[in-house]
């Protein structure tokens, strides 16, 4: 039943080392997103990508990369991590302009 | 997208007592948005209606719309300690991206 999945559900990482975050999904929805949540803000969108085209978000850092290998996956690396990335990270799926949907999140820990 | 304020910003309840948040928007919409998210977990989409719309229902939620007056409420009835969570809404505008704002806490007592 589960229709986007996320991987790991928590994951713990050094400082400066990269970390590689996962989301599938099983809607077959044409666009993908990743956000970022820190403690009591609002969800930040980082990228999305319909189908196959990147689209990134001006403010999003370069230390934040994102790959699609196809339909179902989406990964968000995180080359260096800093201790300010330490956040609940969202992803989220799309048929088209209009409701999204997310995932369990991934809350990162950066140490 | 449009960015919605929500207001208030925290409201606690008693259960069975309704529930209203309210969301202003700047600018035109083509729809708004509303999402629930529970402490520490993804958002959960609730409910959208479209900017020719003026009221839409579902289940125990009600979402009205004035696009002269760009705000949106968000009307839960009959609340559960279950509806405790983060409300936000977001305008749609021809876009892909949704700008979220800080959303209304809801805890609704037992």
């Known amino acids: 039943d589960a229709m986007v999945i996320q991987n790991p559900r928590y994951q713990v990482t050094q400082f400066g080392k990269p970390v590689t975050l996962s989301c599938s999904q099983t809607l077959n929805h044409n666009v993908m997103y990743w956000y970022q949540q820190k403690s009591s803000q609002a969800p930040k969108l980082l990228f999305h990508y319909y189908d196959k085209d990147f689209n990134n978000e001006a403010d999003t850092p370069d230390n934040f990369q994102s790959r699609r290998p196809n339909t179902s996956f989406c990964f968000l690396d995180i080359r260096s991590p800093g201790l300010g990335d330490a956040a609940m990270y969202l992803c989220?799926?799309?048929?088209?302009?209009?409701?999204?949907?997310f995932g369990p999140g991934t809350r990162l820990t950066v140490t | 997208s449009q960015q919605g304020e929500e207001d208030p910003q925290a409201l606690s309840i008693q259960e069975g007592e309704n529930a209203t948040m309210n969301c202003s928007y700047k600018t035109s919409i083509n729809n708004l948005q509303w999402y629930r998210q529970n402490s520490g977990r993804g958002l959960v989409h609730l409910i959208l209606i479209r900017s020719n719309e003026r009221e839409k229902h579902s289940g125990r939620l009600r979402v009205t719309l004035d696009t002269s007056k760009k705000s949106s409420s968000l009307l839960i009835t009959a609340s559960r300690a279950a509806d405790t969570a983060s409300y936000f809404c977001?305008?749609?505008?021809?876009?892909?991206?949704?700008?979220f704002g800080k959303g209304t806490k809801l805890s609704v007592i037992p």
């Open positions: 977001v305008g749609g505008a021809g876009s892909y991206q949704l700008t």
């Open positions: 989220a799926t799309s048929p088209h302009q209009g409701e999204q949907y």
